[in-house]
């Protein structure tokens, strides 16, 4: 079996992502105020709600600005992360793994030991011409060593 070709991709912040942050802030700020207006005596749960909201909608919106930037290569073998053009890691042959596919946008997770991730939004419209050799090389199966004197686990008939 054949292994997917070499690719580059470029990551960096995802407009989709930005949009889902601001989308998910703006319904929980108007969601707390909402239930403030309806209580009524419950104003200062209702001020403290509002707060936790809107500290929630800035930490979130501060991961996406500091979303990881640089470029996610495959190079047959397994994956690596390069940031400035800095090989980070190589998370090996099945080191990337398809959170959500929605066809024009990916999202992968890539393990980095100790229970760390690291999570990239991937979207065809930064580079439409490299996605479709992107998207062969995610789901590309992975590559495996025959081990000397292993046997099948099935017999030919």
């Not at 991961?63 to 190079?75: E, F, I, K, M, Y």
Request: charged share 15%; proline share 7%.
């Amino acid at each position: 079996m054949h292994s997917a070709p070499s690719v580059t991709y470029p990551v960096g912040r995802s407009r989709l992502t930005g949009a889902l942050v601001l989308a998910g802030a703006g319904c929980g700020v108007a969601a707390t105020a909402l239930g403030a207006e309806q209580a009524g005596t419950l104003q200062g749960f209702a001020g403290a709600g509002l707060a936790v909201a809107i500290a929630a909608g800035c930490w979130a919106g501060s991961r996406w600005w500091r979303a990881p930037a640089g470029d996610l290569s495959w190079d047959g073998q397994g994956w690596t992360w390069s940031a400035d053009g800095t090989p980070d890691s190589t998370a090996g042959p099945r080191g990337i793994l398809v959170c959500l596919d929605l066809q024009t946008v990916l999202l992968l997770r890539q393990p980095l030991g100790g229970g760390a991730s690291r999570w990239f939004w991937l979207e065809r419209a930064r580079f439409p011409q490299r996605w479709s050799a992107l998207r062969r090389a995610v789901y590309s199966p992975a590559v495996h060593k025959a081990v000397p004197g292993a046997q099948p686990d099935f017999q030919k008939p």
